[in-house]
């Protein structure tokens, strides 16, 4: 496991943007694929975007395709979700988690930044 923290976070006018970044602890942060989740209230989390280890794979939930891109900087353990042309749907909070090492299981987990969209 790594510790994650979330930052970035904050309210944005719809149409605005944001960048959020996530910063990793420990020595095997390019080995994992890190994802981006997001909660809205009374709802399950869902999944928003992640990027393999390598930084050349990427995927995205179909409500976030073409708005926003997820990166990391290996050398910085940091991984950063883009968004733009931000929706008042889009308001969540944002975690940022890490998956094992050898699996596609996430077990690590930030404690969140909250998103807020105004309309």
């Known amino acids: 496991q790594v510790q994650l923290v979330e930052s970035g976070g904050g309210l944005v006018q719809a149409g605005g943007s944001l960048r959020l970044s996530c910063a990793a602890s420990g020595r095997t942060f390019s080995f994992r694929t890190m994802g981006w989740f997001r909660q809205v209230p009374g709802k399950e989390r869902e999944f928003v975007a992640s990027i393999s280890g390598s930084g050349y794979s990427t995927d995205y939930a179909d409500s976030v395709k073409g708005r926003f891109t997820v990166s990391r900087d290996n050398a910085k353990n940091t991984v950063y979700l883009q968004m733009n042309g931000l929706k008042s749907e889009d308001t969540a909070v944002y975690y940022c988690?890490?998956?094992?090492?050898?699996?596609?299981?996430?077990?690590?987990w930030g404690q969140g930044t909250q998103v807020t969209v105004s309309s």
């Open positions: 988690a890490a998956t094992g090492l050898a699996t596609t299981i996430y077990d690590s």
